[in-house]
């Protein structure tokens, strides 16, 4: 969400995405409000594109504003601070993307490129003063407020649809962040993230990946077969909050009960395209890696991503490389160290290479300042067999699905 450059976040506070459901009642006030959206941002593209053919140059926000200065009295019924934000959003995006021109908007519903409704705002423009109700160019606009958004102020944001036709209220506000922490973290934790399992942590806990969209396939198939739009996208819509849901309690529970977590550094992107791309997509590491990033940032926890090459090669214990090597290598999720006889299951062997891999990082940033206390310590942590066991307990979700991870591996 547009994050404002001349305003920095205050170093106590974050920025966070408040998202909340909107009345059904307003959907066809804030349709029409979209269609002029959609106007404005083709109206951008095309007057981008004849400058640029003229003169060879792209239009900057303000070019835009200018061109579109009259709009608001020309018979669009829109606030002219989202006007700006729509300048400011195609220009953003069209640098974003590297690309002359972008995907026109389109508000015919009935087309299969419609564009789901979508109508930015800027702070002066909505008020929310009680409880489940915001003010947005004179009207009175209804919403579940799970947040109570009236106790935060919201800095900018915008209206949206999603596939099933619901609308949302995308509220961007200032969060206080955790006091600080401890200096030195006393509950770390190493994440390897795979595909059969989600995730396997360093002290022996594996989550299951979810199969959200291919348990949904089959329906999704035949709906496709049957040519029935809605539901194909309403099928669309439910993978997509599932996994939204799933991972989302899976990196509350991870930051709320560690005060250093450390992600291996897999490339979700270069293999979504690969033969294992649906999985890739399912398991959604991309998401989730973002998810635990800015959850630690607010909690405080210390969040480093660490190169994982070799961490399933390499033993936990001895360090030395007695893993499964090569393409037969891969299908081994159990394996025996020659060295030092320590059995591993590869996953958790691999979080705590992460682990320790994470711990000699922190080691040396402290290094890094002139203290030689630290240096004692980081040598003590290149020890890798210093991997504690669990000492906490999880709790809800996360630990029934561990738990679910680990039943269907004995069976
Ligand atoms: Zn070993």
């Not at 002219?80 to 640098?95: D, F, G, L, P, W």
């Not at 979700?268 to 991309?286: E, I």
């Amino acid at each position: 969400m547009a994050r404002t450059k001349r305003n920095p976040c205050p170093e106590d506070e974050c920025e966070r995405t408040l998202r909340v459901r909107v009345r059904d009642k307003h959907i066809p006030w804030l349709r029409a409000r979209a269609r002029d959206v959609n106007f404005v941002w083709n109206y951008d593209q095309e007057v981008s594109l004849k400058v640029l053919a003229r003169e060879g140059r792209f239009l900057s926000p303000e070019d835009l504003h200018e061109f579109t200065a009259g709009a608001t009295k020309a018979g669009l019924e829109l606030h002219s601070q989202t006007v700006q934000a729509v300048n400011e959003e195609y220009v953003r995006r069209r640098i974003q993307f590297r690309a002359r021109r972008l995907r026109w908007r389109v508000s015919d519903r009935q087309r299969s490129n419609y564009s789901l409704g979508w109508v930015p705002f800027k702070a002066v423009a909505l008020q929310c003063r009680s409880k489940g109700v915001v003010r947005f160019m004179g009207q009175h606009i209804g919403f579940w407020d799970s947040y109570d958004l009236s106790q935060y102020h919201i800095r900018a944001g915008c209206f949206s649809e999603d596939a099933r036709g619901r609308w949302y209220l995308n509220a961007v506000v200032r969060v206080k962040r955790a006091e600080k922490p401890a200096p030195a973290p006393t509950q770390d934790v190493g994440i390897d993230l795979g595909l059969k399992d989600l995730l396997a942590t360093s002290d022996g806990i594996k989550v299951e990946a979810p199969r959200f969209y291919r348990d949904l396939e089959g329906q999704l198939a035949s709906a496709q077969r049957a040519g029935k739009r809605d539901r194909v996208r309403a099928i669309h819509a439910r993978i997509k909050h599932r996994r939204a849901d799933h991972l989302h309690k899976l990196s509350r529970a991870l930051v709320r009960d560690h005060d250093a977590i450390f992600v291996g550094n897999v490339n979700a992107s270069a293999l979504a395209k690969t033969r294992l791309g649906k999985s890739v997509l399912d398991a959604g590491w991309s998401a989730f890696r973002t998810q635990l990033r800015y959850k630690c940032h607010q909690a405080r926890v210390v969040f480093e991503e660490v190169d994982e090459a070799g961490t399933t090669q390499t033993c936990s214990r001895c360090n030395s490389r007695t893993g499964p090597q090569g393409l037969e290598g891969l299908g081994i999720r159990e394996w025996t160290c020659m060295e030092c006889g320590a059995v591993h299951d590869r996953d958790v062997n691999s979080a705590r290479l992460i682990l320790a891999a994470g711990r000699r990082r922190l080691a040396e940033g402290i290094l890094a300042l002139p203290a030689k206390a630290a240096a004692e310590e980081a040598e003590g942590e290149e020890d890798v067999n210093s991997v504690p066991p669990a000492p906490y307990s999880l709790s809800g979700q996360y630990a029934a699905a561990a738990a679910r991870g680990r039943d269907e591996r004995r069976r």
